[in-house]
């Protein structure tokens, strides 16, 4: 295999980035709300509207990482599509000079 071929396979960095950084913000905000309650000095009901207003955060923030996530998927689809097309034209180009068309 070629090293470029190699490259073309192996995850880009940015999956891991992406992947990492939701993943951190939803374990972090499930510890943090875990903890809050353990040492909340508060009452019941004001312990669940604060368990409820965290829980509308933590699924906004995960709506604008899904978001990001899924808009990164789309940008790097159509990066990989491009390559592809180009890929396909040049080996054309190739059998096209192989066969003298």
């Given amino acids: 295999m070629h090293e470029e071929e190699l490259d073309d396979e192996l995850p880009n960095e940015r999956e891991f980035d992406t992947t990492t950084f939701l993943t951190g913000v939803l374990v972090g905000a499930a510890v943090g709300a875990g903890i809050a309650l353990l040492f909340a000095p508060a009452s019941g ?3 669940r509207r604060l368990i409820r ?4 955060a933590i699924e906004k923030d995960a709506s604008r990482g899904w ?3 899924r ?3 789309r940008r ?3 990066e ?3 390559a ?3 890929r396909l034209a040049e080996g054309l180009e190739r059998i096209e000079d192989e066969l003298d068309v």
């Fill in 53 to 56: 207003r965290r829980a509308k």
């Fill in 71 to 73: 808009d990164e998927a």
């Fill in 76 to 78: 790097q689809f159509r």
């Fill in 84 to 86: 592809l097309r180009e």
């Fill in 67 to 69: 978001a990001s996530a």
């Fill in 45 to 47: 009901d004001d312990t």
């Fill in 80 to 82: 990989k599509k491009e």
